[in-house]
């Protein structure tokens, strides 16, 4: 294992989805280690890492791919967030699924800005949660 790349990729994954991506990476690793590890080192590690693109126009990219794909919810949730963490604004993600009708299609779409709204509303109602309480 090169724990240089490891290590970069999990620094990078932390950046933009936080614990979130840690959950995913320990879930993996129940039943496919090896492929968690490949996940970290080759798309956070190689390829986010870059540097050339920020990570808002990564995640924008992604976003953008996901739609596309219109298989992958879970996928496109985390990376909704993601967006969120590195400077997104709900608009420009809203904006982002809008645009990828003309690619994708509607049904695309439309099932991309139904995740986004439950993501916002997670959110909104963690937002309230935590004002309630006083604790995030």
């Known amino acids: 294992m090169d724990s240089d790349r490891f290590q970069r990729g999990q620094a990078?994954?932390?950046?933009?989805?936080?614990?979130?991506?840690?959950?995913?990476?320990k879930a993996l690793g129940d039943i496919a280690p090896e492929f968690a590890r490949f996940i970290i080192?080759?798309?956070?590690?190689?390829?986010?890492?870059?540097?050339?693109?920020?990570?808002?126009?990564?995640q924008i990219a992604t976003i953008s791919s996901?739609?596309?794909?219109?298989h992958s919810p879970k996928e496109l949730r985390a990376h909704i967030q993601g967006g969120l963490n590195v400077?997104?604004?709900?608009?420009?993600?809203?904006?982002?699924?809008?645009?990828?009708?003309?690619?994708?299609?509607?049904?695309?779409?439309?099932?991309?800005?139904?995740?986004?709204?439950?993501?916002f509303a997670e959110l909104d109602e963690r937002g309230q949660q935590a004002a309630e309480t006083g604790r995030p």
């Open 66 to 70: 996901l739609v596309t794909l219109g």
């Open 12 to 25: 990078t994954l932390s950046s933009i989805h936080g614990h979130i991506g840690e959950g995913v990476m």
């Open 41 to 58: 080192e080759f798309p956070y590690g190689d390829i986010y890492a870059r540097g050339i693109l920020s990570p808002r126009e990564r």
């Open 87 to 119: 400077g997104c604004s709900r608009q420009d993600i809203v904006e982002v699924i809008m645009q990828m009708a003309v690619y994708a299609g509607f049904p695309a779409a439309v099932n991309a800005l139904l995740v986004a709204k439950e993501v």
